[in-house]
């Protein structure tokens, strides 16, 4: 098990200034973090890709779709984006060093059809995300796509919506996020989700109910990580967290109080509890 931190607490960009963070969350205990990409050149992840080597971290990459990109559209135009973005994500992500990219690559943020998604939505989605993993495998990076609860998104919310567009897919460097925030708002048991979707999530984020420190809350961590091990997952375990200190954000996450005293609270209490979760699971 690999346990990792995103860096969206902190930056949507990592630069100069974020270079004592690395050091922070290594002294932690933590194995690598996860890097937005949400915009920028190759050679900046690169950059990146050094400085974490310096540090002594691994790491994996967290992005979506912005507007007008949309693998579920019935508008061709907004189709290709979403495979040019994924191909640009995948491309950002060897430059990185990391071998996973995940995020709401699905649809675009915000949009609503009014209704649940259809049977076309999905054959698109299929067919863009089929080219994307065929695409990233010559890099040997896998897209892990990110199921958002109900509030977030309308194409993808539940573990086993995922499972099916996992396995009409089919490609061996393409999975599901499993994300215990948007899973305690869709699952009636979190548990029993891991264990009829074994196999098909290739990645896990650690989210607490409010997005603040993860054991603080109600979440059941203790059953989650005894799934996990069951099911055989063996990869990275990363907290997400987000606060009110980055207004862009914030706002997206519609995070408008502190959540927490300051980051350390944050990811000192996370490492504890997935370490002390995971060896007593």
């Known amino acids: 098990m690999k346990f990792g931190f995103n860096l969206l607490l902190w930056t ?4 100069e200034q974020h270079l004592p963070i690395l050091d922070a969350l290594k002294a932690a205990g933590y194995d690598g973090v996860e890097v937005p990409i949400f ?5 900046h992840f690169a950059w990146v890709r050094s400085r974490l080597a310096d540090a002594g971290l691994a ?7 912005p507007p007008g990109t949309d693998a579920t559209s019935a508008d061709p135009a907004e189709r290709a984006a979403a495979l ?4 640009w994500l995948a491309d950002c992500t060897a430059a990185l060093g ?20 259809t049977t076309d939505e999905f054959a698109r989605c299929v067919e863009v995300h089929k080219a994307a993993a065929a695409y990233a495998a010559k890099d ?14 309308y194409f993808l919310n539940t573990a086993a919506a995922a499972k099916t567009l996992v396995d009409a897919v089919g490609a061996p460097n393409y999975g599901y996020l499993y994300d215990t925030f948007h899973f305690n708002i869709e699952e009636k048991n979190q548990a ?8 098909r999530f290739n990645h896990v984020h650690i989210s607490e109910n409010d997005r603040g420190t993860p054991g603080t809350g109600p979440i059941d961590f203790a059953s989650v990580f005894k799934a996990l091990k069951a099911s055989g997952y063996d990869g990275w375990m990363t907290v997400e967290s987000f606060g009110s200190a ?3 954000i914030a706002a997206a996450t519609r995070v408008w109080r502190p959540l927490f005293d300051q980051p350390e609270d944050v990811y000192q209490g996370a490492i504890k509890l997935m370490k002390d979760g995971w060896a007593a699971a």
């Not at 949507?12 to 630069?15: I, L, Q, R, T």
């Not at 071998?99 to 998604?117: M, N």
């Open 140 to 153: 040997n990076v896998s897209f892990s796509v990110e199921p958002l609860n109900r509030f977030e998104c």
């Open 246 to 248: 980055l207004p862009d």
């Open 59 to 65: 790491s994996t990459g967290v992005a979506f779709f």
């Open 98 to 117: 990391a071998d996973l990219v995940c995020g709401p690559i699905h649809q675009t943020l915000g949009r609503f059809s009014g209704a649940g998604p």
């Open 84 to 87: 040019d973005h994924m191909k």
């Open 192 to 199: 029993r989700a891991i264990h009829a979707t074994a196999g």
């Open 12 to 15: 949507a960009h990592f630069e």
């Open 39 to 43: 915009g920028g050149e190759e050679a």
